[in-house]
T-cell receptor, first 117, second 112 residues
Framework: DTEVTQTPKHLVMGMTNKKSLKCEQH?????MYWYKQKAKKPPELMFV???????INESVPSRFSPECPNSSLLNLHLHALQPEDSALYLC????????????????FGPGTRLLVL | KQEVTQIPAALSVPEGENLVLNCSFTDSAIYNLQWFRQDPGKGLTSLLL?????REQTSGRLNASLDKSSGRSTLYIAASQPGDSATYLCAVDRTGANNLFFGTGTRLTVIP
């Protein structure tokens, strides 16, 4: 099973709503990632969880709050978003290479397309 | 500050043609360089990963090369097919922790 699943596929929310995006993988990978991708732009890294600990936070506004309940699950909690936060949110996971310092390539989910009204 | 640029931004070729996509990066202190493809509105699929100590990697009709000193990588696609139509993205790992920084992408269309 080399699949990363993301739910929901689409989400429309108002600026006062609270919602969550969910990502799941059952490959035993020990790193999981959130990316934001605006239309016709490359993905931009938001957060990295390594061994269930937040290791990288690329200066993302606090209205985005990641959570890693266990090694297979990664959530992104959304609160008081702005219309400019509308984008495709991608989740990915990867596995450490033999020695554990470097990481293998990332497997991406299909994304959640978010529209903030 | 790392900048990753891909040229051309868009490319149309007839089926069967061999083609080269280019990726350049400004900071040569990278751990690896990866090539992905992305179909419209979908996630990314990994194609090739080249470690900083390697010069090239091959998978089927794809061959990727890396020249760290000049800050360049190329993705060669042989005998292109309509199914190869997608956006191709290169990405550099800046830290060894798979902290990927993506290039601007090349949108490829292979015409039957």
């Amino acid at each position: 099973d080399t699949e990363v699943t993301q739910t929901p596929k689409h989400l429309v929310m108002g600026m006062t709503n609270k919602k969550s995006l969910k990502c799941e993988q059952h490959m035993g990978h020990r790193a999981m990632y959130w990316y934001k991708q605006k239309a016709k732009k490359p993905p931009e890294l938001m957060f990295v969880y390594s061994y269930e600990k937040l290791s990288i936070n690329e200066s993302v506004p606090s209205r985005f709050s990641p959570e890693c309940p266990n090694s297979s699950l990664l959530n992104l909690h959304l609160h008081a978003l702005q219309p400019e936060d509308s984008a495709l949110y991608l989740c990915a996971s990867s596995q450490p290479m033999g020695g554990g310092f470097h990481w293998e390539t990332q497997y991406f989910g299909p994304g959640t397309r978010l529209l903030v009204l | 500050k790392q900048e990753v640029t891909q040229i051309p931004a868009a490319l149309s070729v007839p089926e069967g043609e061999n083609l080269v996509l280019n990726c350049s990066f400004t900071d040569s202190a990278i751990y690896n360089l990866q090539w992905f493809r992305q179909d419209p509105g979908k996630g990314l699929t990994s194609l090739l990963l080249i470690q900083s100590s390697q010069r090239e990697q091959t998978s089927g009709r794809l061959n990727a090369s890396l020249d760290k000193s000049s800050g360049r990588s190329t993705l060669y696609i042989a005998a292109s097919q309509p199914g190869d139509s997608a956006t191709y993205l290169c990405a550099v790992d800046r830290t060894g922790a798979n902290n990927l920084f993506f290039g601007t992408g090349t949108r490829l269309t292979v015409i039957p």
